[in-house]
């Protein structure tokens, strides 16, 4: 295994305070077999006591780089002397389950972890991860986290910088509250501390080049909304996983926790300038975490981060001399990427986002009114299959969608196309309040029906309160089988209503719904309609008094009863 430790920056990171710290660069581990020893550590932020952290191998907070590549056989031994029971999750690579690190692969403490695997993915920016049942948050939050870059042919084939913290520079953002003593807060909304790679308040000197950033947001809540100063433009190449088609000239990039994204920036000529990486997070939408604060119901927890709703400085980027052979162009075009047809669909679901009043921003959130059951199997799915998953948030603040195995292609939010930085493949979208996103995904390699994969929410709070699912891939799993039809799978909302209603659907054991009626309690019909995922009617000039709604199923009707008042 080679090691190699990167640029003068190890130095007093962690040390003085308030005065710009030197961004860290994390160490890289690369070859194929790398050891991850998971401790605990601590690290002077702030003034005053210790902040206790979880390092990885020599680093405090934080792990090093695994540097892959595609085709590769790997073996990666995780150490656990964190002193709980944790797991490593490889967020983004595409593994057989018992080699995912979902919440099934548990590590005691002074146990070790050896999965072993093939690298299948595309040249792009991953990451890992614990993924302990209710403790993601408590654990990741404090430094227990790494990038992954993966490489492969077609990537090594093109002209861009790929000189790991030199022109190619791995940006890790994270928000984290920390307490009256310097401890941090998992599930702390008050975030004001802000860390690149670990660094608080930190620089980096970029050579006045086209350099490359890797940009992955890592916070347990908090969505940035990615500049530079003076709205100086660049170029998106990379998303979640893989190479975009075509670089996209931008000026913002948002990214939700667990999203990455890669960009290009051109800095030549501008030697001794200094050029700041912002968040304009004033343009976020209210309901996106990190945006303007909503007015809030007197009980609930604080949420008013100072920084949420203003622009802040991130990263402050000094640009000095240029490089010997730096790249000297910007690409046009870069990896050829198609997204799977709809019309190759074979199965739909719905995934509605619901909590129990519109009135709740802190959780617990649900995955079609269901709380994460380590004893159910949300979805059973047969090998192959390509499958478009509607997801509908139904509350009042957006929701990071995150799924395990494979990466998918957004097909429409509310209908419109994504926009080009998000055509590429991905394994997390944020999904707004009342917004519709479709994305279609291929089940593809590995069928294993006892261990499942994950999907949820990637607010590390709202994962860990629930906001989870769990689905299994298989050979012998055939058509569309979702849980059974249950109360669940029919939702009316507000009950009682008054101005509009809400209906959402979901697929059951009989498949898809085919259409609804609405009865008063005469019998009359007073609305009939095909079955939508989700349909919002006006109800303000119905007759108050008792409805039935029924719902047609291939095989059954289901019928289900709601209020107006
Ligand atoms: Cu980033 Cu299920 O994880
Ligand atoms: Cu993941
Ligand atoms: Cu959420």
């Not at 949420?303 to 949420?308: C, D, T, V, Y």
């Not at 129990?356 to 709380?371: A, C, E, I, K, T």
């Amino acid at each position: 295994m080679k090691k190699i430790l990167a640029i003068a920056v190890l130095i007093s990171v962690f040390s003085a305070v308030r005065a710009q710290h030197a961004l860290f660069i994390p160490d890289t581990l690369s070859g194929t077999t790398f050891d991850l020893t998971v401790h605990k550590d601590s690290v002077q932020f702030k003034p005053g006591m210790i902040t206790h952290t979880l390092g990885i191998n020599a680093n405090k907070y934080f792990g090093p780089t695994l540097l892959l590549r595609n085709g590769d056989s790997v073996s990666i031994m995780v150490h656990n002397q964190m002193g709980d029971t944790t797991t490593m999750h490889w967020h983004g690579l595409h593994v057989a389950p018992g080699n995912d690190g979902g919440p099934f692969s548990m590590i005691m403490n002074g146990m070790d972890w050896n999965p072993q695997f093939v690298v299948r993915n595309n040249a792009a920016t991953y990451w890992y991860h614990p993924h302990m049942m209710a403790k993601t948050a408590a654990q990741a939050i404090k430094g227990d986290a790494g990038l992954i870059i993966v490489k492969d042919a077609a990537e090594a084939a093109l002209v861009l910088p790929r000189r790991y913290g030199i022109d190619d520079f791995p940006i890790v953002v994270q928000s984290v509250e920390l307490d009256t003593n310097n401890q941090f807060m998992p599930k702390g909304m008050v975030d004001s501390v802000i860390l690149v790679n670990g660094t608080d308040s930190p620089y980096v000197n970029m050579p006045a080049q086209i350099v490359r950033m890797r940009l992955l947001n890592a916070s347990g809540e908090r969505t940035f909304n990615f500049g530079f100063t003076a709205n100086r433009s660049f170029k998106i190449i990379g998303t979640d996983g893989g190479l975009l088609t075509a670089p996209v000239t931008a000026t913002r990039i948002r990214l939700s926790p667990g999203e990455r994204a890669e960009i290009l920036m051109d800095l030549s000529g501008l030697v001794g300038q200094t050029i700041f990486l912002e968040s304009y997070a004033a343009e976020l939408p209210m309901g996106v975490q990190g945006g303007p604060t909503m007015p809030m119901p007197p009980s609930s927890p604080p949420m008013n981060s100072p920084l949420n709703g203003i622009d802040f400085n991130i990263l402050q980027i000094n640009v000095v001399s240029p490089t010997a052979a730096p790249v000297t162009t910007m690409p046009t075009s870069l990896i050829p990427d198609t997204p799977y047809p709809e019309s190759s669909a074979t199965a739909w679901r719905t995934i509605n986002m619901t909590a129990d009043s519109m009135m709740v921003m802190d959780g617990p959130f649900y995955f079609n009114h269901n709380l994460f059951d380590m004893m159910r199997i949300d979805y059973r799915i047969p090998l192959n299959n390509v499958e478009v998953w509607t997801l509908y948030d139904s509350t009042m603040v957006a929701h990071p969608f995150h799924l395990h195995d494979v990466h998918f292609y957004i097909l429409d939010r509310n209908g419109v196309a994504p926009g080009p930085e998000e055509r590429g493949r991905k394994d997390v979208v944020l999904i707004q309040s009342m917004e519709r996103v479709r994305f279609i995904a291929k089940f593809t390699d590995f069928a294993d029906t006892t261990i499942p994969y994950m999907y949820h929410c990637h607010i590390l709070m709202h994962e860990d309160d629930g906001m989870m699912g769990q689905f299994k891939v298989g050979t012998e799993y055939t058509g569309v089988t979702t849980i059974p039809l249950n109360n669940n799978s029919i939702k009316l909302y507000p009950n009682p209503a008054t101005d509009n209603l809400n209906i959402a659907l979901e697929n059951s054991l009989n498949g898809s719904p085919s259409g609804i009626s609405i009865y008063d309690a005469m019998g009359r019909v007073v609305y009939s309609g095909s079955a939508n995922n989700h349909l919002e009617l006006n109800t303000t000039n119905w007759a108050r008094g008792l409805y039935v709604l029924t719902v047609h199923y291939q095989t059954e009707i289901v019928h289900k009863t709601f209020v107006i008042e």
